[in-house]
Nanobody, 123 residues
Framework: QVHLVESGGGSVQAGGSLRLSCAAS????????MGWFRQAAGKEREGVAA???????RYADSVKGRATISRDNAKNILYLQMNSLKPEDTAMYYC?????????????????WGQGTQVTVSS
């Protein structure tokens, strides 16, 4: 089982940047496919980006060109760099891990979740 802890959220003005981190620990953490999700108030959780164990990336259309998912395998940390932030990016951001599915942006396919980190973008 893998344990996930997010950090790096905060308040930023539109056009700014943030880098979110997700520290993974536990059995064979480096073998997991990883994803970033977000949930805005009153909305369903949506997939933002995914990274498989081979380093292949996938992005939701809403963040494509503005987000970069990456992984430091030596430190077992997953990152999400978000640039050109918009007010509609305001949400709680979660990282998630899964052994079975590659590049999934479907939250039900991830069994392991962090507690989330809040991102607030003001106009």
């Amino acid at each position: 089982q893998v344990h996930l802890v997010e950090s790096g959220g905060g308040s930023v003005q539109a056009g700014g940047s943030l880098r979110l981190s997700c520290a993974a620990s536990g059995y064979n953490a480096r073998s997991y496919n990883m994803g970033w999700f977000r949930q805005a108030a009153g909305k369903e959780r949506e997939g933002v980006a995914a990274l498989d164990i081979y380093g292949v990336e996938r992005y939701a259309d809403s963040v494509k060109g503005r987000a970069t998912i990456s992984r430091d395998n030596a430190k077992n940390i997953l990152y999400l760099q978000m640039n050109s932030l918009k007010p509609e990016d305001t949400a709680m951001y979660y990282c998630a891990a899964d052994l079975m599915h590659f590049l999934s942006l479907t939250d039900s396919e991830y069994p392991y979740w962090g507690q989330g980190t809040q991102v607030t973008v003001s106009s």
